[in-house]
């Protein structure tokens, strides 16, 4: 009630001060993101003379030839099986390690759940070259794994404390029930702090999905075989050959961050609220 | 609570032995859990994130191809050879500048919109969602989205400067603006993420502290000045570490927008360790630089932690 009244009396002046800011920064952020995918619809030449405009003939050879080639679906296929897999191995092995940090006493639980925030405090890059290295020796260079086991291990940090946080603050009475029924840790892991952790699961589940779809320094050191790279690393590629047809790179670039966008909007709610909570709460 | 069930629970379980296991928090099955649950993600950390960590501090004594073992002892060379490099000291610079930009610009500039999207105005979810959306797009498609935009030939930029009959700027050619054309990119990406923070921070505020001010007559600013901002006191601080954190490991963003260049004048210390690391295998000269952005991470982990979020 009061918020309409608040409403009504803000003066004219300010609501167009307010409006008037806040489109010009909207206007920063999506002029770039519209004029690369009207870019793909142009040619070269209409490029040059009027980026900013709609495409003076639209042409649709350029998206149509991405889409029915092979090597854009190939690059998100494969982004998408490192992404599936890197959360499937995350949500499974932090909320078992979480389990037993948030349940069960034992000598030294705090000491290795702080081994494990040590992750928390620096970026994958710092270790790159020994981890290249260790892959290397492992076989697993080139290969999916090489890029999926050393995501999991960077994320595990995180999803550790907020698995952990979760299953902490689930009623108590929960385990006092299940505990004199006889139920062990195992089978209550499994019937009893997993079904009621779906929304905890969502965000950790978010935030290594959106890290991994969007990692490339981790492809880049470890994977040299082209039908193996996933799509940050294939842009780059495309680019790289394609080099100044920017109308293709336009339209490329459009194909690929399309699908992040339509994810976004569809569920935005869960999308932005697992991204900041997943940060503020580690 | 508990003990509320607790009682409950021992009336109706007469038996002795339910009554032992009860009273202990430890249930069936403790050793087995233990042994099934932990190994894997011990296993898969020390593995792939502490081993690489120490072993980056061990090559960095040497001098190595990465084949074979380490074997030609340096101590300190790599080091000294990392310091006195003058792509590496501009490295350090640009990550300082970043922090720097971040902490000037990127922050006030979160505060301002989260503030004004805060209030009751129609439209409000439509910008937030708008400028949350760069910080969930791929640093490597933003990179190569802007290096079309600075591009001095097809890019927006040709077509402003033509607009207004100067010569095209060839930003990102150039090695004096090309790290600002990158700094405006960082904000560009990261801004929606700080703004989002803050928008938490705000709606967490107590209303009626806002509504005892507004009866007392304060105006827009004072209300800002001596109440939002302090009470938002912790998200700043919060804001200012990720930011921090975030600027120290840039890489993605860098390498399609400018790969370090021209001449070094972009690098950051990981597009340093990777070009003068990774491409050229010298694991010792990168695994110095590892340790070097351990340290200044680990320290400001630390020391942030201890000097600004105590309270928090």
């Known amino acids: 009630m009061t918020d309409t009244t608040s409403t009504r009396r803000m003066p004219i002046g300010t609501r167009i001060y307010l409006y008037l800011s806040l489109s010009l920064v909207a206007a920063i952020v999506l002029v770039p993101l519209v004029t690369t995918a009207l870019g793909g619809f142009k040619t070269l030449g209409d490029l040059r003379v009027n980026p900013f405009g709609l495409p003076s003939d639209w042409v649709w050879s350029n998206y149509v030839d991405i889409l029915f080639g092979e090597r854009y679906w190939r690059q998100m296929v494969n982004s998408l099986i490192i992404a599936c897999t890197t959360v499937f191995l995350t949500l499974v092995v932090s909320s078992m390690a ?40 492992l076989g697993l260079l080139d290969s999916y794994w090489g890029v999926i086991l050393p995501q999991v291990a960077f994320g595990l940090g995180m999803s550790i404390l907020l698995f952990r946080n979760y299953f902490r603050n689930l009623p108590e009475d929960l385990f006092q029930a299940a505990f004199v029924d006889g139920c062990g840790y195992i089978r209550f892991f499994w ?3 997993l079904p009621l952790s779906r929304p905890i699961v969502a965000t ?21 075989t082209e039908s193996k790279y996933p799509w940050p690393l294939g842009i780059m590629v495309y680019r790289g050959e394609f080099g100044t047809d920017w109308q293709l790179v336009l339209a490329f670039i459009t194909l690929t961050i399309l699908p992040t966008i339509i994810v976004f909007f569809l569920a935005q709610k869960h999308i932005i609220a697992g991204l900041t909570a997943g940060a503020v709460k580690s | 609570m508990t003990n509320m069930t607790a009682s409950l629970g021992e009336a109706s379980v007469p038996d002795a032995a339910a009554h032992v296991r009860y009273k202990s928090p430890t249930a069936r099955g403790r050793l087995p859990a233990l042994i099934i649950f932990l190994p894997p993600a011990l296993l898969l950390f020390t593995l792939f994130v502490i081993l690489p960590m120490g072993e980056a501090a061990w090559y960095s004594l040497y001098r190595w191809n990465g084949y074979g073992t380490p074997t030609e002892f340096v101590g300190t060379r790599n080091f000294q050879v990392l310091f006195n490099n003058a792509a590496f000291s501009q490295a ?6 970043i922090i720097l930009v971040s902490l000037l610009l990127q922050v ?6 989260a503030v004004m999207l805060s209030r009751k105005i129609a439209g409000v979810v439509a910008f937030r969602l708008v400028f949350f959306l760069p910080y ?14 600075y591009d001095g030939d097809y890019g927006l930029f040709a077509a402003i400067a033509g607009f207004f009959g100067v010569a095209t700027p060839y930003v990102l050619a150039d090695k004096d603006l090309a790290i600002y054309a990158v700094l405006a990119v960082v904000i560009w990406k990261y801004f929606g993420f700080h703004m989002m923070l803050f928008i938490a921070g705000l709606q967490a505020l107590d209303k009626s502290i806002m509504e005892a001010a507004e009866i007392d007559g304060a105006t827009g600013w004072q209300k800002f000045r001596f109440i939002t901002l302090p009470l938002l006191g912790s998200t700043v601080r919060l804001s200012v570490f990720f930011a921090i954190i975030g600027s120290l490991q840039l890489f993605d963003l860098i390498m399609p927008l400018t790969g370090g260049g021209p001449s070094n004048s972009t690098q950051t210390m990981v597009t340093f360790l990777y070009t003068y690391g990774v491409t050229r295998m010298q694991v010792g000269l990168g695994s110095a630089v590892g340790v070097v952005l351990f340290v200044i991470c680990v320290t400001i982990a630390f020391g942030y932690k201890r000097i ?4 928090d």
Do not use: E, K
């Open chain 1, 98 to 137: 979480a389990f037993c940090f948030a349940h069960i006493r034992f000598f030294g639980a705090n000491q290795l759940l702080n081994y494990f925030l040590i992750g928390l405090m620096f970026p994958a890059a710092t270790a790159i070259l020994p981890l290249f290295i260790r892959i290397r020796d």
């Open chain 1, 191 to 193: 019937y009893i702090s």
């Open chain 2, 92 to 97: 350090l610079v640009n990550n300082g500048l």
């Open chain 2, 108 to 113: 006030p500039l979160a505060i301002w919109l």
């Open chain 2, 136 to 149: 969930v797009l791929a640093d490597v498609a933003a990179g190569l989205i802007w290096r079309f935009v």
């Open chain 2, 308 to 311: 600004f979020m105590r309270h």
């Open chain 1, 204 to 224: 950790v589940g978010i935030v290594t999905f959106v890290s991994s779809w969007n990692s490339y320094i981790l492809p880049l050191i470890m994977l040299n």
